[in-house]
């Protein structure tokens, strides 16, 4: 698979809207896609999840550093994908075993945003606030830690296999393994 550079999607379809009018404007790529199929099904103003999506990537590209957007809902860290709902709602913050979620990787749902982890590392993070479903599909009764603001006080203890919900407003790093 080709990785496109995230800057070419949303110029395009920016001026493409801003110019010609959602109606008479062809988009392709990724972005088109998600955004045509909005449209066709009726799931809300393609204007809006355009921007919307784009908002959420900047929150997430901010709140971890060092990633890089490879499509409209899909960013890449040596180690960490994040994958952006492009139609985040309640009934999809329900996060389950049965929820894809490799084996030996820990994912979890902050925002709307599936933050799926494989590299064992200490992660920064920024702006996460809420309750979070989460998924510990680590291999080895592997325990995931996430450190208050200094980084001296664990806030957060769990071991592989589990799951549950929980407050992610204190996390300011997290440790998957």
């Given at each position: 698979m080709t990785k496109k550079p995230w800057f070419g999607l949303f110029p395009l379809s920016i001026i493409c809207l801003g110019v010609l009018g959602s109606s008479g404007c062809q988009l392709e790529g990724d972005i088109g896609n998600a955004l045509e199929d909005s449209a066709r099904t009726g799931a809300?103003?393609?204007d809006a999840l355009n921007a919307d999506l784009q908002?959420?990537?900047a929150d997430v590209l901010a709140s971890i550093p060092g990633g890089h957007q490879v499509s409209a809902t899909e960013i890449d860290y040596d180690g960490l994908t994040v994958t952006l709902d492009p139609k985040?709602?309640?009934?999809?913050s329900v996060l389950a075993p049965?929820?894809?979620c490799?084996?030996?990787h820990f994912c979890i749902i902050v925002g709307g945003n599936k933050f799926d982890f494989v590299a064992c590392q200490m992660w920064d993070l920024r702006n996460w606030n809420g309750n979070a479903?989460?998924?510990n599909n680590q291999t080895g009764h592997v325990i995931a830690q996430a450190f208050n603001e200094d980084a001296m006080q664990v806030v957060f203890s769990n071991t592989s296999i589990?799951?549950?919900t929980e407050n992610v407003t204190s996390w300011w790093h997290f440790k998957p393994c």
């Open positions: 809300g103003d393609p908002r959420r990537a985040p709602s309640a009934e999809n049965g929820v894809s490799a084996s030996g479903p989460y998924f589990s799951w549950g």
